[in-house]
């Protein structure tokens, strides 16, 4: 964990010095074997919500300027998102790297929460067979090139504060891999995440949706659904509402894409932005 993240400061810090702190080191205590440390520089930070504009600029620089090493998607090392060790294996296809990232969050999930509903494993089995390549695999088809961004991989209000020093947004506790520069609005979806609309029309100013650019908002709910079943599993599925949540939107998903679609996919729950 201590690792991952020292690694994924670092390489948003040689890309944007002033959007993350100076990481130093990270190690093992001495007189403490199995416990370790992140060492980083201090900044004196203002936590209000930042200026939807600056702030989105930001974050699609770091989108628009970085490059994989490898030209593909992966890191060079796995780190964490919360408490699960992320796959980072390097894959040339993101939506062979996105199923296999997600899938590992949903044993995660299992495993710490245990079964929830009859329908859950098998709505993600459509959702793994059917309705992943359905969407993802468009992006890198017909000629299309999807280039690997750097992204944050955790980007929500309580990863972000603003230098008193210099008035800028700073990010930290990242979770950086070279994905799909969309994934990292999944994120913003969820309910509890304060970037709402503002901050989703800034961005999309700055980087437009991908093509097909109409199927946009269903790619934002099925990268939404990683970023959620990582909230379930650090806080025990919150009574299983959040897995309620998780699987209203696969079912959607399910029946929009999936094998047996139907012409009107159900209720959308509604979302903040």
């Not at 993802?136 to 961004?149: F, H, I, M, T």
Request: a negative charge; aromatic letters at 14%.
């Amino acid at each position: 964990m201590m690792e991952g993240e020292f690694h994924s400061l670092s390489t948003i810090k040689n890309l944007m010095p002033g959007f993350v702190p100076q990481p130093y080191g990270w190690g093992q205590y001495k007189d403490s074997p199995g416990t370790y440390f992140l060492l980083m520089e201090f900044l004196d930070l203002n936590m209000g919500m930042p200026d939807p504009a600056t702030f989105a600029g930001l974050v699609a620089s770091l989108h628009q300027e970085s490059d994989s090493p490898t030209g593909k998607f992966g890191f060079h090392l796995p780190n964490c998102h919360g408490k699960i060790v992320q796959a980072n294996t390097w894959d040339s296809s993101w939506s062979r790297y996105f199923t296999r990232l997600l899938i590992s969050f949903l044993e995660a999930d299992m495993a710490t929460n245990g079964p929830f509903n009859p329908d859950y494993l098998p709505a993600f089995e459509t959702l793994r067979v059917h309705v992943i390549p359905r969407l993802l695999e468009p992006l890198q088809a017909d000629g299309r090139v999807l280039k690997p961004s750097l992204v944050h991989g955790d980007l929500w209000e309580g990863n972000v504060g603003t230098s008193a020093g210099t008035g800028n947004p700073v990010v930290y506790d990242a979770s950086a891999f070279y994905g799909h520069h969309e994934y990292e609005l999944g994120m913003w979806r969820r309910d509890a995440i304060a970037f709402d609309r503002p901050y989703f029309e800034h961005y999309l100013v700055r980087l437009p949706p991908s093509e097909p650019v109409d199927e946009w908002d269903d790619r934002n709910r099925l990268y939404s659904i990683k970023f959620n079943l990582a909230h379930s599993v650090g806080w025990m599925g919150e009574s299983d509402g959040t897995r309620k949540l998780i699987l209203d939107d696969v079912q959607y998903l399910n029946n929009k894409y999936g094998p047996n679609a139907l012409e009107t996919p159900g209720v959308s729950r509604n979302v903040s932005w």
